[in-house]
Nanobody, 128 residues
């Protein structure tokens, strides 16, 4: 069983930056592909980025150029650096993991259903 715990959320002004972290316990991060999702109340959970077991990273168009995913395997930690934040980035952000080689296989909806484990999420609020 894998446990995922997100941290680093909070309130930031538009144009600012935020770094989210996700610590995985119960298994080494290299055994899984991992991803970041976000959700606004009343809307579907949106995939924003994934890192595959081979290290390949994919970003959703909504955050491409503003987001950077990195992984510290020694600490079993996944990071999401978000820059140039916009009010529409306000959401609850979730870390997820799947016991497979690739999380993103063509669509974020498929990635969502591929995930085996989820963190509880952390709130990010961007004020204008």
């Amino acid at each position: 069983q894998v446990q995922l715990v997100e941290s680093g959320g909070g309130s930031v002004q538009a144009g600012g930056s935020l770094r989210l972290s996700c610590v995985a316990s119960g298994a080494t991060s290299t055994s899984y592909c991992m991803g970041w999702f976000r959700q606004v109340p009343g809307k579907e959970r949106e995939g924003i980025g994934s890192i595959e077991r081979d290290g390949r990273i994919t970003y959703a168009d909504s955050v491409k150029g503003r987001a950077t995913i990195s992984q510290d395997n020694a600490k079993n930690t996944l990071h999401l650096q978000m820059n140039s934040l916009k009010p529409e980035d306000t959401a609850k952000y979730y870390c997820a993991a799947a016991s497979r080689s690739n999380c993103y296989v063509g669509s974020w909806l498929a990635a969502y259903y591929a995930m085996d484990y989820w963190g509880k999420g952390i709130l990010v609020t961007i004020s204008s």
